[in-house]
Nanobody, 122 residues
């Protein structure tokens, strides 16, 4: 019904930049919120950022404010995560998710991508 496909993960040096993409397919019209979560080694899954599809309202975790930017492209049903000034602490598997409300609680989201690894070296 709904599938999310992430891409763009990789290895980058601290201070560098990396862009992630999440393409959505299927019946996504009732799930107007797309978000990014991440889970680092030995850490809990945490909210990174999210955006409402129609209004473009955004939310960011304090740890990434001023460094990360989320955007969406209507024509491709795709959400992007631009990550700048990356730190080793940003190393994690990054997941995109789709839901009805923009919250930082992962249990509220209905659909998830497979995750993409981001590794930031010092």
């Amino acid at each position: 019904q709904v599938q999310l496909l992430e891409s763009g993960g990789g290895l980058v040096q601290a201070g560098g930049s990396l862009g992630l993409s999440c393409a959505a397919s299927g019946r996504t019209f009732s799930r107007p919120v797309m978000v990014w979560f991440r889970q680092g080694p030995g850490k809990e899954r945490e909210f990174v950022t999210g955006i409402t599809w129609n209004g473009g309202n955004t939310a960011y975790a304090d740890s990434v404010k001023g460094r990360f930017s989320i955007s969406r492209e209507y024509a491709k049903n795709t959400v992007y995560l631009q990550m700048n000034s990356l730190k080793p602490e940003d190393t994690a598997v990054y997941y995109c998710a789709l839901g009805s409300r923009l919250t930082s609680t992962y249990r509220t989201y209905d659909y998830w991508g497979q995750g993409t690894q981001v590794t930031v070296s010092s």
